[in-house]
């Protein structure tokens, strides 16, 4: 009966990961069937030449230049924020806060992964207003705002992973280096975190997916249509995901849906591309570290 049941489950476990595998691998491939022959540089550049778009020489209108840019500095500027204030709260949660603390850390953390994020863009954009109001004359919902709002979207995604890869390091692999001397600062820098990257890399390619695709967070704090490359984190800014928004709900004709489908494989390179840079750092990371050690 056991046997049965354990054969059971694995087929159940197998079946589950086929239709979900499967699943993806529809929706990707519809998309690509969809839009893969519109990516082209007239897409990207409109009529300027890419040389001079690229080099600010030219600015571009209508193709998708500004937008991929937008993504790029958003994204970047959002986990460069979240990335040191995440991964040093969940060191402080794994190694340093006691039971109390962890508890009432812990739900406050758990209560913030679930606001929506729509919440997240509206608290961003009323506390530009209020800065505007009160202090700063000069703020306004801009790069810089939304880039507050998505990190402090993803932080509990970074505490959270961060806190649960060094909690699940074995105990005679954590307490090795301080039998042999090392402070517990030493033991965090060359045992732990080396030890914990690749749960640590994880948080940081979920925070990367969530930047770049979250549309809700930065309608209300900064994005434009038509704000072209930024010149300040002070100033508007468009992005992919608001243009295939915007573009899929007020299209004209069947060339602009196609422009959407293509602007969402372009999105979706872009966070291929940022992952594969994450796993490279955490490689790096994990070699110098070892032979440092």
């Known amino acids: 009966m056991n046997q049965i049941m354990e054969k059971?489950?694995?087929?159940y476990a197998r079946a589950c990961g086929v239709i979900l595998l499967g699943s993806v691998g529809c929706i990707l491939g519809y998309l690509f069937y969809m839009g893969f022959s519109g990516i082209n540089l007239t897409l990207i550049f409109?009529?300027?030449?890419p040389l001079d778009a690229l080099l600010l020489r030219q600015p571009v209108f209508d193709g998708l230049l500004p937008a991929i840019f937008g993504t790029l500095i958003l994204v970047v500027l959002s986990?460069?924020?979240a990335i040191p204030v995440g991964i040093a709260a969940g060191i402080y949660m794994a190694e340093y806060a006691n039971r109390k603390i962890k508890y009432l850390f812990g739900l406050f953390f758990d209560i913030l992964a679930g606001i929506p994020s729509i919440?997240?863009?509206?608290f961003g954009f009323s506390a530009a207003v209020f800065l505007h109001h009160h202090f700063m004359g000069n703020m306004?919902?801009?790069l810089l705002v939304s880039a507050l709002s998505l990190a402090f979207l993803v932080l509990p995604y970074?505490?959270?992973t961060t806190q649960t890869a060094i909690e699940n390091i074995p105990e005679q692999t954590r307490m090795t280096a301080v039998a042999l001397g090392a402070s517990r600062f030493q033991n965090i820098v060359y045992v732990l975190i080396p030890r914990s990257l690749s749960g640590i890399v994880s948080g940081v390619v979920l925070s990367i997916g969530r930047c770049a695709e979250d549309t809700s967070v930065i309608m209300l704090t900064g994005v434009v249509a038509t704000a072209g490359i930024p010149k300040s984190i002070m100033a508007g800014y468009e992005a992919l995901p608001f243009y295939i928004y915007y573009i899929s709900?007020?299209?004209a004709n069947s060339e602009e849906l196609m422009s959407g489908y293509s602007a969402a494989i372009i999105l979706i390179m872009i966070c291929v591309a940022l992952y594969s840079l994450a796993f490279f750092i955490k490689r790096r990371l994990s070699i110098h570290m070892f032979y440092r050690f």
């Open 158 to 160: 970074l505490i959270r």
């Open 119 to 122: 919440v997240i863009g509206l």
């Open 46 to 49: 409109d009529d300027v030449r």
């Open 249 to 251: 709900s007020q299209y």
């Open 8 to 11: 059971m489950v694995i087929f």
């Open 140 to 142: 306004y919902p801009c």
């Open 79 to 81: 986990v460069s924020i």
